[in-house]
């Protein structure tokens, strides 16, 4: 296992390099947390569609465990159990709209990795940079379990447990654990444990910060141990489910799905399941007594677990829905874990936004009326209270507004309008308005891939290292 | 499935203009006999590991069920669960011994497979021929269910069902059905169903000839229907148990399998089975209630059913063993036949050698003594006396011989001692030597592999056509 060793250290030394001025060591976190010997235990895969553009270059890498769509290449990199997806990469002649350019694309954008250790973590979407295009680069980064990489390049950095970037470029930062940013360019900078930043320059800025003693009940990382806290518990607990639909080569789906929907090969399904028209049920997701609703979706490691989703919702990846009723149109965030318990339901009324990051974790039944906005730690009434608002009234804000540990400026009614424009897009790309004929959508798209796996050298000095893979068209 | 329909039209083409001279027309036999959709069914797979050198591409082909070891490149053919090797390929600076040449190889040699359909077809060892040595060339050709390409390059030939070229280069020939040719190079020849032939020019001359009549009964081609008879429903009543090993990633091994030996993932375990050490088993075997002894190998295709193996005996490819106790140092050549019943047990005496191609189908018991050569087809003692000859006999001809149907002319004691010399080498190679520390072969080398899947467009206009596959070290 040599070369897998020294491939380690050697990234484990460029994210330090890069991270200097911040004075910060990855090697604690890192060091020791995946078992040299488990990267060699899972294969990876990578699908073929017409669908979507093919593309693969693997060189001196170790994939275990990562899932593939589209164009990527990976070099020099330990990938272990990532999602990866290409297939909303943009294509050759699209144009780009960034502000007030309208900017080509010359080639069909690739992921490009390299140089980097990502565990369990999300890398999706496409590179909303309009400085770099083609190129959705992810280089010298280290990202811990979970965490989400989505639509946001990284030279440099260090990602926290549960910690997702979203639409945002990022040079030598290091991310907390379950904190949230979305913040357009970011540089040099460490974000705190439990941040929820969404800003976006000139237009608006909503920042909350979670108390951090209640934080580290639900996600807390320590130099030197593996992750811990509730949230880590809740994931663990279910990775048994996961083991059977990795050890078979095709798998029967055990409910209903309509021919406009689709539920992922890689995806568990128990109990009674009920998949409405139109719905995207994406990899590695849980659906335990779910019932999804035309045009529902949920993404990558979403886990819905005794609960109605009544339509066009969105669940983005990472989100967890418990013991939940979710009307209409109500979209939950990234990584959010949203638990009511069986004798008291969460009811989320329609029109609801449920920001990233959020934790709803009740003993009493709790209801968030239609058209809220919902953020940070809620575990009663009183929680609620400081931590949502109605859409409605938010949209009037055009200065300034504190609300509990949450702190907003700005244009309210901009920020609302940014929100929902976001959840039409991805219900759309998802395939929920699939009219039969038109608005196809991954739902639609994604029925039929082959998937082929890939495994790394299983002894000698090149043990855990993958070959040399190329695929094309 | 627009591609492969033109691809197989455009083999067909290629391979009828080259067989143009002796009036033969492949259409009719191949013609609907795989559906297209059929081929979009099966996944190929390639082996990882650090004995085998690693070198894959695969270009506008489709390789269902097909298996790649070592060197292989694959462009514009249909391998249809092609039973594909490189692990005796010839490597850079070896030294190739052709009767008083020595030749260097300049190169790893890679096996070459261009335009061409093959199906279920062994392509294995190395090309024998002194004038490719780095090239394993099958170009133009087609050939059946079954059929043996063993160290034989091929341009523009149609191989017929359960056929064998061995150590042969062939040009525009036509190979009969069960025919096994095994004679240095032969071109513009259409060697009849059920024969047996090895010739090595000057030294000696080896030819039998199946009864028309009877061979039907075992392996019958009509145009424009599969290929029939008792070989072919043998084979096919036992397809189902196959299915399961392709259908997991990892399989449990069902019988104790002793570190000096391997069992390939891709075989098949029945009943009370018992591995030897050092004992050898190839993919796609199939074993059942069989006891192998020390250094016995079962190769690829081979069937071993209520049998005993005694130790350091060869089943080559395709071979098939039931209801009989077979002693030490025995060969049973390619493809053949060999059926005991529950009372009426065959037994094949000590050193014997059972010519490529031969069917013993008995009602009542039958022993072949020890040190005897058999071929042809037996059903009884009776025959056995017109097709079998003790091999200190034959070593005594010097000219020719007259044995039933077989034709002998030559050195008897050459012919023997090439059979030896070859049975010495095939044990050697799959590590029947093996003594703890030296003379690894197959057996020790093959026991750690990582296979990776690879399949073909699930849909679209190259429904069934795979990518572009690139695999380096």
Redesign the interface.
Known sequence: MKEIEKLFDRIVQRVNINLRELEYDVNPYVHKLIPFNQMVKF?GFYG???HHP?SFEFRNSNLAGSYFLGRCRVSNSLLYKSDIRGDELKKEKDLFQYQDFEIPVVDNEEIHIEDSFLIKTLVHNFSHDPETLERFFIKDTISMNYANIHGAPSDGCFLGVFSTVDLTTMRDCVIGNFSYVQAGEISHLHIPPGTVWVRNPGEFNFYYQYPEDKLNDYVFLAAGSPPQGMLIDFVEDRKDAFQRI?????IEQSVDVPSSASLDRYSVTKGHTTIGENVLVAQRAYLQNAWLGKGANVQENCFIINSRLEGNDVTAHGAKIIEADVGTMVFVGFNSFLRGRPDSRLVIGKDSIVMPHTIIDIKEPLTIPPGHLVWGLIKDETDLATNSISIERLSTIDSRLTVGNMFFEGNGAGFVAAFQERIHHILEANGAFFNGAEKKGHAQKNQ???????????????KGM????????
């Open positions: 294969y073929v569609s017409p093919l990795f050890d078979v080569v095709n039929f891939i082959s998937f082929n796996t890939i495994q790394p050298y299983p002894e000698g000095t090149k993958f070959p040399t893979i190329v695929i094309q068209p």
